[in-house]
């Protein structure tokens, strides 16, 4: 997953978006650019999680159609140990 995957969430004090690297979202404590109240990571972190599910599935996805594509089993070439017998 790119650490720089930008992401949008709402202030919990003043609604404002919060546009920012997931990184950002991750401190222990920040300031919300907007209304300049303190947030903390346990605000987001119930959204956080759910958001690097979604990606996670996304990624998992992207992988498993590429190997499809090439017709593996496993993705690589040549002997690979999965039993098929290539
Ligand atoms: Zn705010």
Redo the contacts with the bound molecule.
Sequence with gaps: MSEKEMIALE??????E?YQPLPWFKKASFL?P????A?KAEDFATIIAALEEEMDAYHAELIHGETSATGGCCGSKGHCGCGKGH
Excluded: I, M, V
């Design positions: 202030c919990p004090h003043c609604q404002g919060l919300c907007a209304c300049e109240k947030l």
